[in-house]
């Protein structure tokens, strides 16, 4: 493997729209106009959160979790182990670099969220926060994912998201945080390593699962029904892995592709507000 094939590997691409898509959601709701979309930051914003946090997220988890990562199946096909090897220092450096330059070209209202993002995202594995194995602080730090779409919609209108908005996006992340953690109990705990999913095990995790999704389907259920019964398909999809011959660790992988759709939906839905319909 070349040492670009290792790093974008190392990035997670089939998790690059966890970052990406709450920018063009941010866009989408926070544009007056096409022509907002149109601008140069808000392609800087989508490019920043696409691939660089990616790197940044996933390279310093990678590199602070080298021991545990030696136990992990995940590493064996789906992703890559850290070795020592530099090129992942570099690259993460340098994705830091780019954000705080970021910060520069955005203006004010945009920049405790992308602020916020290089915080949590550092926090959540670099010692001696290292929020991963701090249950619940594993949980609700995961709320980072909703910090990117924050940062597009204050960029283009120069105000805040609305409340409910944030609260279900956080609400959300932290209930896939603990889903995709479930897969990782056995050797979470072979390693001494503390989560909240091998804190509740596997069928309490979900529950949570369930239950967070729920409280977020109702967040986004008080901006827009449509937005509630959308995100209300969460908690039937943790409660039917819950009940079903499916293990997490399988279903695990067709989230980034459901999460995909329901993403696009809310995209579109903020997007339907600027075109004229005859």
């Known amino acids: 493997m070349t040492v670009l094939g290792y790093l974008l590997k190392q990035s997670r691409p089939r998790f690059w729209f966890y970052l990406a898509g709450p920018v063009l959601v941010g866009l989408a709701f926070g544009a007056e106009s096409v022509g907002d979309l149109l601008g140069w930051l808000p392609l800087a914003l989508f490019a920043y959160f696409l691939v660089p946090a990616n790197v940044f997220l996933y390279g310093v988890n990678d590199v602070f979790d080298r021991d545990v990562d030696l136990r992990n199946p995940k590493k064996d096909e789906r992703e890559v182990r850290y070795r020592g090897n530099r090129a992942t220092v570099v690259a993460v450096l340098a994705s830091l670099a780019a954000g705080l330059a970021l910060l520069a070209l955005v203006p004010r209202p945009a920049v405790p969220w992308i602020v916020g993002f290089l915080v949590l995202g550092a926090a959540y594995s670099v010692p001696p926060a290292r929020l991963k ?18 940062a597009a919609f204050a960029a283009l209108t120069g105000t805040q998201p609305p409340l409910l908005a944030v609260a279900g996006g956080w609400l959300w992340a932290m209930a896939m945080h603990t889903y995709s953690a479930v897969p990782d109990v056995e050797p979470d705990r072979e390693a001494g390593i503390r989560t909240l999913a091998t804190t509740l095990g596997e069928r309490g995790a979900l529950l949570y699962c369930a239950g967070t999704w729920a409280l977020a389907a109702l967040a986004f259920a008080g901006l827009d029904w449509r937005a509630g019964l959308l ?24 989230f980034p592709a459901i999460n995909t759709v329901v993403g696009a939906l809310m995209t579109m839905g903020g997007l339907w507000r600027l075109v004229d319909v005859y």
Do not use: K, M
Not at 133 to 150: F, T
């Open 231 to 254: 995100l209300g398909a969460y908690p039937v999809l943790a409660l039917w892995t819950l009940s079903s011959d499916v293990t997490v660790a399988r279903a695990y992988w067709y």
């Open 133 to 150: 194995v701090r249950p619940p602080l594993d949980s609700v730090s995961n709320g980072l994912y909703v910090l990117p779409g924050g």
